[in-house]
């Protein structure tokens, strides 16, 4: 796939100020030394527990917040050092999709008023052609003209977020950041809003980076997964071979804890001891070392880099740094089986 967007080294600390005078007493370490690719019409996961960094790494590439550095090239441009006319310009092209579908629309305004607002921002339309462009764009995501008169509190949570789909897409990006745009659903509705996102993403040629904790959201929708611990992706590779044979010993955790709905391949839980360590002071070496189950010397004093080990698939650990693949002791290293389906209309 050609490449739409390319994240270099991206780095963002948060300074901690404290004080009458605000002095600097110490830096959180969200996001340190993250780097991708996405494609054009694909989908790339970005899957974590609560607080790795995921959303800041989605808010730093549409600098919703400033990055401390790195680079973030859209179509081969570094819409970090682009001027403010410019960036304004390419920012039509990228939008997003929050977690919250109750507070991210103004419940002041009528539908009609929420999706048009990035038309009458970046586009020079007349009412009428706005009207019908918010009319294309409600029954786009399933809902009807008519709805653009109601207020957002008449609708249920999943027609919210189609709402908030229709105003992200609206102005037709290439590029649609999903922060958990299903994590504050009811399960039940949770599949039609993922299918609505995959059916566009095929009819619009949208590209999505795909944020969420929930590993069962992400293999659905991804074409590939970056796997994030403490600010780092620490495993990249296609949906299929992370979920077949995932190599980093966090990735091995995450996937144990995910149910197997058949009593006869039961799974080897891995508990993993202690809290994540704060981002404040992250642990030297790999910061995955005081969790892990394979920790050795090497690992309390040195930092792996992210190195390719099969194809297509990176990893950040000291445990195939002889570019031999380790062969892994837990259950989740098997070959896919026969009853391994993915669930239709998926993306991986
Ligand atoms: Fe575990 Fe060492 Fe690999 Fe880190 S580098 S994940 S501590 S084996």
Redesign the pocket.
Known sequence: MPELLTVQNLVKHFPVRRGFLGRRTAVVHAVDDVSFSLGENETLGLVGESGCGKTTTGFSILRLIEPTSGEVCFRGENILSLPPERLRHLRRHMQIVFQDPFGSLNPRLTVERVIEEPLLNHEDLSGAERRIRVQEALVMVGLLPEHMTRFPHEFSGGQRQRICVARALVLRPRLVIGDEPVSALDVSVRAQVLNLMIRLQRQLNLSYLFISHDLAVIRYVSHRVGVMYLGQIVELAATKALYARPL???TWALLSAVPVPDPRRARQRIILEGDVPSPMNPPAG?R??PR?T???SI?REQA?IMRVVEDNHAVR???YEDGEPWNPAPPLHRKPEAGDKQPKGGNA
């Open positions: 980093h010993p966090y790999c995955f070392h892990c394979e920790v050795k690992c792996p650990c000291h445990l």
